[in-house]
Nanobody, 126 residues
């Protein structure tokens, strides 16, 4: 059974940085496209970032381009972890961030993920 467990959320000030992690289990990590979605207060859930199965390509929402980076550790001795580095945070980045996985390997396939984590709260105060 696929499990995605996010961590690293918290309360920060505008302009700060934060790194989210997602520990994946129950899947052959290197074979899945991975990514992040978020849902702000009173907003619909939206795509944030995605990375292909071997990390060769990434895809970002326009609202986070140049501020967020996504990476993954596929090494055999790694803990199957996905990361989201968030810099220059803004109040509009506030929300619950969800780790997602797609059975298709490409970054843009993650726009329709197959698996979701429970989410981690990020709050950016202005």
């Amino acid at each position: 059974q696929v499990q995605l467990v996010e961590s690293g959320g918290g309360l920060v000030q505008a302009g700060d940085s934060l790194r989210l992690s997602c520990a994946a289990s129950g899947l052959t990590f290197g074979g899945y496209g991975m990514g992040w979605f978020r849902q702000g207060p009173g907003k619909e859930r939206e795509f944030v970032a995605a990375i292909s199965w071997i990390g060769g390509s990434t895809y970002f929402a326009d609202s986070v381009k140049g501020r967020f980076t996504i990476s993954r550790d596929n090494a055999k001795n790694a803990k199957n972890t996905l990361y989201l580095q968030m810099n220059s945070l803004k109040s509009e980045d506030t929300g619950v961030y969800y780790c997602v996985a797609s059975e298709a390997p490409n970054a843009k396939d993650v726009l329709s993920p197959d698996y979701w984590g429970q989410g981690t709260q990020v709050t950016v105060s202005s």
